[in-house]
């Protein structure tokens, strides 16, 4: 029997237990941080398979990496497993077709080889969403910040979409809150006591605004004023305004920071509230899509009947495996749960139902069966992963990293 075949055998096997724990997630979301009974069935499925486990890596309860394989062995391929979900709309995002999808895709390369050379871990990285109400997010910049990706060769995962593709275009992200300090007074009576925060919120919002005009096309910011003060008649002491940067490289997201902390130092000037800037959430990093990988992935998506889409033209939305890819040589790949008209964007309301849709867990089966055969090629053929190997290391030269 061939090794393709095999894999899609022992995939078979388990098909069920996945759909079954993808519904289950569905039905139970859980917010970033807060993952703990998708992580509890996830790990409890993975130790149930043979794969040894480790709860609680990079100081996050809801992060865990699962190992099969010897903890030297290599090469080294990591699968990534998202199962956070959206604040009011659930698993919008299809978190819950990522994580099945990973430990789907690891099970069945386990369990396919008699004597596997090398090792396959999934790593569990909660927080993916930058919307998390415990304002902290991006597991995945953890786990590298914590040197958890130094052993691992290669890593890949699949987003839920509404198209199939091999390729990733990301924009870099930094999540900046400005946090305006003023002076409490009465409004009717008093109001030239007090200095009002949440004027200069307001009044620092204003000034990005007009700014837009100046934007490059593919720089982008979003907002909204997360504290604004205690009531209409007190003049506020304190006003939170909470941003999303982003543009398509580090380099030009700096830029673009240094533009926006501009405005509320100016709101500042003018209003005479103080301003700090907090930045302490992890910056999710543009994606750098190694060609090796995503013709592999690109072509066992084909052979699956589906028709991948190549690199897209405009860099959309962001996430922290890019941190990922900027460490290791990566793959963050899109499966189609249907057009666009039937299962709208992700993070909109009709996104989730689709994911225990037939097209849903059809999109799980074959993001699974593709990572498989995947990285059953690169178990097989060790030239493929030398040649993944020189292209990152070929464009870390070229971008002066020299570890």
């Not at 010897?70 to 990591?78: L, N, Q, V």
């Not at 959206?86 to 995002?93: E, M, S, V």
């Not at 052993?151 to 990301?170: E, T």
């Amino acid at each position: 029997m061939e090794q393709k075949d095999r894999i899609q055998q022992e995939l078979e096997k388990v098909k069920d237990k996945l759909f079954a724990l993808n519904q289950w997630m569905y039905e139970n979301p859980e917010l970033g941080f807060q993952e703990f009974r998708a992580v509890e069935k996830l790990t409890a499925l993975l130790r149930e398979e043979g794969f040894e486990v480790a709860t609680g890596v990079a100081g996050k309860e809801t992060a865990f990496i699962a190992r099969f394989g010897a903890a030297e062995a290599h090469p080294a391929i990591a699968v990534f497993a998202e199962y956070d979900a959206l604040p009011t709309i659930g698993h919008a995002c299809g978190h819950n077709i990522i994580a099945t999808s990973a430990a789907g895709a690891a099970i069945a390369v386990k369990r396919a080889w008699d004597n596997l050379p090398g090792a396959i871990f999934v790593y569990g990285s909660p927080a993916e969403e930058m919307s998390s109400t415990v304002n902290d997010c991006g597991g995945k910049a953890y786990m590298v910040n914590a040197g958890l990706l130094d052993g691992i060769d290669l890593a890949m995962m699949f987003h839920p979409s509404n198209h199939d593709s091999a390729y990733s275009h990301n924009l870099a992200v930094q999540a900046l809150d400005m946090i305006f300090h003023g002076k409490n007074a009465q409004p009717a009576g008093s109001a030239h006591e007090g200095i009002n925060a949440f004027e200069a919120a307001t009044l620092a919002y204003t000034c990005i605004n007009a700014c837009r005009q100046y934007f490059k096309p593919e720089h982008y910011v979003h907002g909204m004023i997360s504290e604004s003060g205690p009531a209409p008649n007190v003049i506020s002491p304190r006003s939170v305004l909470k941003l999303h940067v982003r543009a398509p490289s580090n380099r030009e997201l700096d830029e673009l920071l240094d533009k926006i902390k501009r405005c509320g130092q100016a709101a500042s000037l003018v209003t005479g509230a103080s301003v700090e800037f907090d930045s302490s959430q992890p910056r999710y990093q543009e994606v750098v899509n190694n060609s090796v990988l995503a013709a592999l992935l690109e072509e066992n998506l084909r052979s699956l009947g589906r028709n991948p889409l190549p690199m897209p033209p405009k860099p959309r939305a962001s996430t922290d495996m890019g941190n990922v890819s900027q460490v290791v040589p990566a793959v963050h790949g899109y499966i189609s749960l249907g057009p666009k008209e039937q299962v709208g964007n992700t993070h909109s309301p009709e996104f989730a139902p689709a994911t225990v849709s037939p097209s849903g867990t059809r999109a799980l089966y074959d993001a699974a069966l593709s990572m498989a055969w995947t990285i059953g090629e690169l178990l097989s053929k060790p030239e493929l992963v030398q040649a993944a190997k020189e292209e990152f290391k070929s464009w870390k030269a070229s971008m002066g990293k020299t570890n």
